[in-house]
């Protein structure tokens, strides 16, 4: 189960961590979207300075910098995702213009510092379009051998994994559940799982035979 407080309005839900994750993320979206507006760049660095004086002002929450680290790993996903995105788009629009300078003998094509925006939104477009596609049916059951299996889920914040996942494979290693850790979780060799490394060795995929 997970619990969240905003701290500066009186939103408040309760329930299976894996059920509300969407709604608090939506939930400070909006509620940063003036922040975004503003003069201010809001990044991942300044959010953790941020958080780094907060650690140290007794007036403040745990909770507080745990939704500053929540928001800065956001952007930071954000970020990598549009990357990629711009990598595909790139690789996408050489391929479309080597195919039309193939249709056409001679055709000049612009390179992709050369497109327009708008062709460059429209490839972007496309294959946002695609990898969405993918994620959809990564998410399907598929069959194997004649039985249906469920694709292993994953997450990028183990505050996010549902009780029934008792333990699950990060990039780092192994964590499980131990009521008796200060998050919750630790690390295979019994080290607990820090603050900084709920978020820091995503994705977090569920071990299948450790699951209630």
Same mark, same amino acid.
């Given at each position: 189960?997970?619990e969240y407080?905003?701290n500066?309005?009186d939103?408040?839900?309760t329930?299976? !961590?894996d059920?509300v994750a +969407?709604?608090?993320? &939506?939930?400070?979206e ?5 922040? &975004? ?5 809001v990044?991942?660095?300044l ?5 780094? !004086?907060? =650690?140290? +002002?007794a007036?403040?929450s745990d909770?507080?910098c745990?939704e500053?680290?929540e928001?800065?790993a956001?952007i930071e996903?954000?970020q ?7 990598e595909? !788009?790139?690789?996408s629009?050489a $391929?479309?213009?080597? $195919? $039309?300078?193939?249709?056409?003998k001679?055709?000049?094509? !612009?390179s992709?510092?050369?497109a327009?925006?708008l062709?460059?939104d429209v490839?972007r477009a496309g294959i946002?379009a ?10 399907q059951p ?15 914040d =183990?505050r996010?994994v549902? +009780?029934?996942? =008792?333990?699950?494979? $990060?990039t780092e290693?192994? &964590?499980?559940?131990d009521s ?5 979780w630790?690390?295979i060799?019994?080290?607990p799982?820090?603050?900084?490394s709920?978020?820091a060795?995503a994705p977090?995929?569920e071990?299948?035979?450790a699951?209630r």
């Amino acid at each position: 189960m997970r619990e969240y407080h905003c701290n500066t309005c009186d939103f408040h839900i309760t329930g299976p !961590a894996d059920e509300v994750a +969407d709604e608090i993320e &939506a939930h400070e979206e909006q509620h940063h979207t003036e922040a &975004a507006k503003s003069d201010i760049e809001v990044t991942p660095e300044l959010l953790r300075a941020v958080r780094w !004086a907060a =650690l140290h +002002d007794a007036r403040l929450s745990d909770d507080i910098c745990d939704e500053l680290e929540e928001w800065a790993a956001r952007i930071e996903r954000k970020q990598s995702d549009e990357k990629r995105i711009d990598e595909l !788009a790139r690789i996408s629009y050489a $391929a479309e213009s080597e $195919a $039309a300078r193939g249709h056409v003998k001679g055709q000049q094509v !612009a390179s992709w510092d050369e497109a327009s925006d708008l062709q460059k939104d429209v490839t972007r477009a496309g294959i946002r379009a695609v990898l969405a596609k993918l994620d959809e049916e990564r998410e399907q059951p598929f069959d194997k051998g004649g039985h249906t299996v469920q694709p292993l889920r994953q997450w990028e914040d =183990l505050r996010d994994v549902p +009780d029934d996942v =008792l333990a699950v494979c $990060a990039t780092e290693g192994v &964590a499980h559940r131990d009521s008796t850790a200060h998050n919750g979780w630790r690390w295979i060799n019994s080290t607990p799982v820090s603050e900084y490394s709920l978020t820091a060795f995503a994705p977090y995929t569920e071990i299948p035979e450790a699951t209630r």
